[in-house]
């Protein structure tokens, strides 16, 4: 019988035996942990299709999931078992049965209740945009803005292969970047080019947004993103002048979409520059914007896939 040692495993588990001339669809779970059943209810005799198909919510994809688990070995995806949401992940692997016999196939595999993840993660993204429509309310061209940088963010993220948690964070917290313009929003609306007093002014839209979000769990990438976006790579940025990987990631990645949406957008002191000027001022610089200012991993993604950020911005204008 297969088994392994997960009897005091905190997330459910289970395994079955490949027998041969019997479908890995047909074949019945062997194995569970305490775990399993307290939390899922008795699984062995099922089949690994009608399992499947239970937590994926048809038999269908079912079929499919199992097709894929064939071919890779492998298989994690979440879906719904006994009104939990669930992490199912496994593997099939061989194990020698009592070293006299040939090798067997068994599926071993995990099911984690995340449901209480599930919904901290779409309260935390509710209050993401929240804070976002906040922002609009506050300034028109700075909620366009930020709707684009979400885009952008889980682009320039993916194209870094980040983990596939990290992109759909970022995707959703990008968006408060600007936050902290809510304090100073008066002094954004001024249809002209701001002085140096209003620009520094400006400038603590950083701290605001810092504050807003700080200690409060779930959001430390938002913490993040809101208090470094205007860090610099060189250690030129504010507020605190921290430099390359003292910056974190996310506001790294969000440092370049936010520029990149500054520069081809029209804002009331400025033009929008054409996207080729854009790209020559990532390249060689203007002054006040300048390659050193960015991650030059990251920079170089961006400049490769450039195209697709255009589609982006062309896109989100429609």
């Not at 919510?57 to 939990?84: Q, T, V």
């Not at 930020?146 to 292969?161: G, P, T």
């Not at 605190?240 to 790294?252: D, F, P, T, V, Y």
Request: overall charge negative.
């Amino acid at each position: 019988m297969a088994k392994f040692d997960a009897d005091f495993a905190i997330f459910g588990v289970f395994a079955a035996d490949v027998v041969e001339g019997i479908s890995i669809a047909d074949t019945q779970i062997s194995y569970t942990n305490e775990s399993c059943i307290e939390l899922f209810g008795e699984l062995k005799g099922k089949t690994i299709l009608e399992v499947l198909s239970e937590i994926s919510g048809s038999r269908d994809k079912g079929h499919e999931l199992l097709d894929k688990c064939r071919s890779e070995g492998k298989l994690a995806f979440e879906g719904k078992l006994a009104g939990k949401i669930v992490k199912y992940h496994s593997r099939i692997i061989e194990y020698e049965a009592d070293g006299i016999h040939p090798s067997m196939k068994c599926i071993q595999a995990g099911l984690t209740d995340i449901t209480e993840s599930f919904i901290l993660k779409k309260l935390l993204y509710g209050t993401s945009k929240a804070l976002k429509r906040a922002a609009k309310a506050a300034d028109e061209d700075t909620g366009d803005h930020v709707e684009r940088i979400n885009h952008y963010s889980h682009l320039l993220a993916s194209l870094n292969n980040c983990e596939k948690q990290f992109i759909e964070d970022i995707s959703q917290f990008a968006q408060l970047h600007d936050i902290g313009k809510i304090n100073v929003a008066d002094i954004i609306r001024l249809p002209r080019k701001l002085t140096v007093d209003e620009m520094n002014i400006v400038k603590n839209h950083a701290v605001y947004g810092g504050i807003m979000v700080k200690d409060l769990t779930g959001l430390e990438m938002a913490y993040n993103i809101t208090h470094e976006h205007h860090e610099k790579w060189d250690g030129s940025g504010y507020p605190e002048g921290k430099r390359e990987e003292e910056i974190s990631l996310e506001a790294r990645i969000v440092a370049i979409a936010d520029v990149f949406d500054a520069l081809v957008s029209v804002r009331p002191y400025k033009k929008a520059f054409s996207y080729d000027r854009t790209r020559q001022i990532f390249e060689e610089g203007d002054g006040r914007v300048m390659p050193g200012h960015f991650d030059p991993n990251l920079l170089l993604l961006f400049l490769d896939n450039y195209e697709k950020f255009i589609k982006i911005h062309q896109t989100q204008l429609k």
